[in-house]
């Protein structure tokens, strides 16, 4: 079974940047600079999370990748991070 995923990357280093941009071409579509909509079975998701491990540095770099649900339309939501943790909290805005 398909699924949708939502792809996001921080990359430190310009280099490292533009592949995993290019590595990311090959698993989904653009839908802004770091940001990517994927259909994938869970076999190419595994290869798609292989690939970016190659590339990026965890200590530095961050990828999340937000398992949407299947392409059928249920909703379920899955974050998996790549690199720095990833903690889900919502920071509320401080105004002086």
Do not use: N, W
Not at 7 to 30: E, N, Q
Not at 56 to 83: C, E, M, N, W
């Amino acid at each position: 079974m398909r699924h949708v995923y939502l792809v996001t990357y921080d990359i430190a280093d310009p280099t490292r940047l533009r592949r995993v941009h290019k590595a990311m071409k090959g698993f989904g579509d653009p839908l802004q600079l770091s940001v990517f909509r994927c259909e994938l079975s869970d076999a190419q998701c595994v290869r798609m999370k292989v690939a970016l491990s190659e590339v990026i540095h965890a200590d530095k770099d961050q990828v999340l990748v937000f398992r949407l649900g299947p392409l059928d339309g249920s909703y379920t939501v899955q974050v998996d991070a790549l690199g720095l943790r990833y903690d889900g909290s919502v920071h509320e805005a401080l105004v002086v």
